[in-house]
């Protein structure tokens, strides 16, 4: 049988305070070196992770100037610290701010969204035609913006524009998106990704289309196809 190892281990822990008017979440999850999980899969090996975050939700009175938003979602702060277990070294470090995010009264979102990132790198790997990444810690701002529109129509859409600093480079992330309800059972979907990236030896643009079919067979069965 196996030894038991007293490091083999991983946990999970989170408090949360939701409330229609003020949202509140925070955990903190490790999962050591020696943890090989038997059944399922791990999101990161060898790590520590802080979160938390703070939402404002208020809504605007419906008979008012702003009544067809029906709610917005203003973050002051969203944390995201995850290290290394055994060295403590980052790994990766998020402070976002949510200035302007709300919901209208018809089901379209919108967001905009602002990042002080770090990333430590502790390999070199590649990226894209004959661009490497070097090791060490990279810091870098992003900023984003988002559309959506109701997906429950029968013809829906969304866009969102990504760009900020990469890698000691930059880069920018344009997302179009739409969506067909053929029947109350099937969906089909189309989005287009392009990915201009700027850095000190090399400049790139990716493109990217991908598409889905959803099936619902019942409320509790369903298939996807991508």
């Known amino acids: 049988g196996h030894r038991f190892q007293s490091e083999a281990h991983a946990l999970r822990l989170q408090a949360q305070y ?3 008017k003020l949202s509140i979440f925070t955990s903190y999850q490790r999962a050591p070196a020696p943890f090989e999980p038997e059944v399922g899969l791990e999101r990161r090996e060898n ?3 802080a979160f938390a975050t703070v939402t404002l939700q208020p809504r605007p009175d419906p008979e008012g100037w702003l009544g067809w938003i029906r709610q917005f979602f203003i973050t002051p702060g969203t944390i995201t610290y995850t290290y290394f277990d055994d060295t403590r070294a980052l790994q990766t470090f998020i402070y976002q701010i949510t200035p302007l995010s709300f919901e209208t009264r018809s089901g379209e979102n919108v967001n905009f969204n602002l990042q002080r990132q ?3 790198v502790q390999d070199t790997f590649s990226v894209g035609p004959d661009a490497q990444i070097l090791p060490g ?3 870098q701002n ?7 529109s109701f997906s429950s129509r029968r013809f829906s859409g969304n866009a ?3 760009w900020g600093g990469y890698f000691g480079g930059a880069r920018t992330a344009t997302r179009v998106g739409t969506g067909w309800r053929a029947s109350r059972f099937l969906r ?3 989005t287009y990704e392009r990915n201009a990236i700027r850095l000190d030896t090399l400049t790139f643009t990716t493109h990217l289309l991908r598409t889905n079919m959803r099936y619902g067979i019942t409320p509790n069965l369903f298939g996807t196809v991508l």
Request: no cysteine; proline share 4%; charged share 20%.
């Open 18 to 20: 939701p409330n229609d």
């Open 142 to 148: 992003r900023f984003s913006a988002s559309f959506s």
């Open 118 to 120: 770090a990333e430590g």
């Open 47 to 49: 790590f520590q992770e």
């Open 188 to 190: 089909v979907g189309f």
């Open 137 to 139: 810690t990279y810091w």
């Open 160 to 162: 969102s524009v990504d």
